[in-house]
Each structure stands twice: as C-alpha cells, then as structure tokens.
C-alpha cells in the first residue's frame, strides 16, 4: 500500500535537514529492558493480550495498540531528547513521528472517510514539516501530544459510529474510494513501520529496548 502511504503524507527515512541534535554516543549504550524482553511490566502495559473475536474488535484492537506503543516509546523523555534525531543522516526523531502520525490520522479520518477538508497540522506548507518542525522546545512537544490526541478522538468517534466496516470514504481520491475496514488495516500498517522506526530512535537516546 505504498501508494496510500504516500497520499497520506509518508515521509519515512528521508535525509537531508539541519544537524541532529547532539546526545550520547550510541556505542555507550547498553540495552536495557523494562521487564524480561518488554518495554514495560506486565502490569504496566496498557496494552491489550489480544484474543479479539471478530473483525471490528481486532482492527480497532490493534490499531489501538499500536497507537499506545508509539506514546510508550515516547515515555520518561524531555523535549531535547524527543527531538533527537539519532539515526543519520535521516530526519526522523520521535516527536517527528508523533506530528506525522498526527497528520496521517487527520487525512485518512477527516478527509478520507469523512470527507472533510482538513489542511495537515505540519506539513501544509512544507512536505517534510512533521519533521523539519520537531524542535526540541516543550511548547513544540505539548502542541503535538495534544494535536495527536485530538485526532486519534476523532478517529476512534467515527469508528465506534460507523454501522459497519464497510462503509466507503467521502473525499475525493484520485486511486478510488477505500472501505473503512482497509483504512483501519493501513493504519495497524502505518504504525507499525514507524514503531519499528520508534524502536531503533529509542533505543539510540538511552538504551531502552523491547517490545
């Protein structure tokens, strides 16, 4: 589905940009686990253990999953360090990550399925915005955190109203229309490319591994 990526503003791995901000050197870190192989406790996951029983449940189930990984790669980290841009000579940081997600859940909901009108948040003016934009500045952080959130409000209100998965998207697409369920499955899709890309971000600022 690269073709939906890129409509949906993709913009992963790209290189150029200004210098990343200076850290630790990677080679330093040793990789540290929150719990056995995990990222955090069991007891602390708020993850679901799957086991979902039909198609709707597991869609949203694991979209939303994936939706809080990407906050818990973020954990426990400030400004300068979520706008770390540790894997040269790529633009990619974990704020980046969050403004770009913010803007694929603003085009594939608002405007796709709801045929909505919506600019993008980041990336209006400039095509690598999300990240050219991800300063470490906590105004930048706050700003983003809460523009995600809205978004993924937003998608999860048209979802839980939506009579059934095979409703198809208002907005004009010059590949066609998609249902609502192949929106669902290209957004579990778009996460987890850019978790993985979360976990190398991360593991190159303090170490912290696992799933």
């Known amino acids: 589905m690269a073709g939906?990526?890129?409509?949906?503003g993709e913009t992963s791995g790209r290189p150029g940009g200004t210098a990343p901000?200076?850290?630790p050197d990677p080679s330093d870190l040793v990789p540290?686990?929150?719990?056995?192989?995990?990222?955090?406790h069991p007891d602390d996951d708020p993850r679901s253990d799957g086991g979902f029983?039909?198609?709707r449940s597991m869609l949203v189930g694991y979209l939303r999953d994936h939706r809080l990984t990407l906050e818990m790669k973020c954990s426990g980290l400030d400004a300068e360090a979520l706008a770390r841009r540790t894997v040269p000579p790529s633009k990619m940081s974990l704020l980046g990550l969050v403004r770009h997600m913010a803007d694929v859940e603003r085009n594939w909901f608002r405007n796709h399925m709801?045929?909505?009108d919506a600019p993008s948040h980041f990336?209006?003016?400039e095509r690598d915005g999300d990240f050219d934009g991800a300063v470490a500045d906590p105004e930048v952080v706050a700003q983003a955190w809460d523009t995600w959130r809205a978004e993924v409000a937003f998608a999860e209100r048209f979802v839980d109203q939506a009579p059934d998965l095979g409703i198809v998207g208002k907005g004009n697409r010059k590949h066609g229309q998609l249902a609502l369920r192949e929106v669902l499955l290209h957004m579990i899709e778009e996460y987890a490319r850019h978790n993985g890309h979360a976990?190398?971000?991360?593991?190159?600022?303090?170490?912290r591994v696992g799933a």
């Open 4 to 8: 939906h990526a890129a409509e949906a």
């Open 21 to 23: 901000v200076a850290g």
């Open 32 to 40: 540290v686990f929150g719990w056995s192989n995990v990222f955090v």
């Open 53 to 55: 029983q039909d198609e």
């Open 114 to 116: 709801d045929g909505q």
């Open 123 to 125: 990336s209006a003016d």
């Open 199 to 207: 976990d190398l971000l991360r593991e190159r600022i303090d170490g």
